[in-house]
């Protein structure tokens, strides 16, 4: 059975940090791309960070970048977002999928999300 189970949200004050992990079962996730979505409320589900299956290319959006680390360890299965200065903005429900490749635009697997809440 394929499952993406992301943890570590909660609630944090600005300026903090979390570490979300997403730990991958029932397939081999060292030949997929791990992406990390969030959605806040009311508005359309975003892309956060991607990291190739190696590890060695990474992507970030630009209202993370400098704050957001991306990176994964295959000999775990799981894959890590490390949140730095986080602003209250950045409160969403953050999601772990994986896809073929790098800036493939179709998801394969996803995860059920985590909720991410930043104090002002």
């Known amino acids: 059975q394929v499952q993406l189970v992301e943890s570590g949200g909660g609630l944090v004050q600005a300026g903090g940090s979390l570490r979300l992990s997403c730990a991958a079962s029932?397939?081999?996730?060292?030949?997929?791309?791990l992406d990390w979505f969030r959605q806040a409320p009311g508005k359309e589900r975003e892309i956060v960070a991607v990291?190739?299956?190696?590890?060695?290319?990474?992507y970030y959006a630009d209202s993370v970048k400098g704050r957001f680390t991306i990176s994964r360890d295959n000999a775990k299965n799981t894959g890590y977002l490390q949140m730095n200065s986080l602003k209250p903005e950045d409160t969403a429900v953050y999601y772990c999928?994986?896809?073929?490749?790098?800036?493939?635009?179709?998801?394969?697997?996803w995860g059920k999300g985590t909720l991410v809440t930043v104090s002002s």
């Open positions: 999928a994986a896809s073929a490749a790098m800036y493939s635009p179709r998801m394969d697997y």
């Open positions: 029932g397939f081999t996730f060292s030949n997929y791309a």
């Open positions: 990291i190739d299956w190696s590890g060695r290319s990474v």
